[in-house]
């Protein structure tokens, strides 16, 4: 059992160290990504680096080519506004489904992550205003307690955060997105549902046309 939990966490290790490389864009598309060299980095066996390449592969951001060694997943700058759209679809059902049951305290959070985009904004620090962004509208994701819904939109973000580490790093939310999630923020208090999911869709169409102007 001990030793099942060790390559598990092994396994798990890995799988965030390469996970985040790929997400903040350390990691290039086509880059080879060679086991027995990764292992050596962190300090483990190739086996759980193995598995976490295979779990990546699952997930889309790596690709083995037949009888090759894994590589990192090709990516395009206009990959963005192909992921925002079921993205933002997603996020409003979760909105939808928060917004009845939604707590003061979730409240709260959601109010301090748009403080802290704001205060972001003004630095012009970007990569901080997307953390607060994704932090804002995570709070309704987990109000909505449903864990296939996470699952996507986890999958999906992952995906975003890498595309805008290559190619989108100097954008990030703006002063026009605090303001919609203003309107996110008052659906919630009212537990309006469906005034929730609208306001959250509009802020992701917003985001999705701009991702067009880049491209």
Do not use: C, W
Request: no cysteine; net charge negative.
């Amino acid at each position: 059992m001990d030793s099942e939990r060790s390559v598990t966490s092994a396994r798990d290790v890995a799988y965030a160290y390469l996970r985040n490389g790929l997400m903040e864009g350390y990691r290039r598309p086509g880059e080879i990504l060679d086991d027995a060299t990764i292992a050596q980095e962190i300090s483990v066996s190739r086996t759980p680096v193995r598995e976490a390449l295979i779990q990546l592969e699952r997930e889309g951001m790596v690709t083995t080519p037949p009888r090759r060694r894994p590589k990192v997943a090709e990516a395009q700058p206009d990959d963005l506004a192909l992921i925002i759209a079921p993205l933002g679809t997603l996020h409003a059902l979760a909105a939808q489904l928060a917004a009845p049951s939604a707590t003061s305290d979730d409240v709260a959070a959601m109010r301090a992550h748009n403080a802290e985009l704001l205060q972001a904004v003004r630095d012009d620090d970007f990569g901080r205003a997307r953390l607060a962004d994704m932090a804002f509208h995570r709070v309704l994701v987990r109000r909505a307690g449903n864990r296939f819904l996470t699952s996507s939109i986890e999958s999906l973000e992952m995906h975003t955060s890498r595309v805008v580490s290559l190619y989108f790093h100097n954008r990030g939310p703006d002063g026009q997105s605090a303001r919609e999630h203003d309107e996110i923020i008052q659906a919630v208090v009212d537990h309006d549902g469906a005034g929730a999911a609208r306001a959250t869709r509009d802020n992701y169409l917003r985001g999705l046309s701009l991702a067009g102007e880049d491209t």
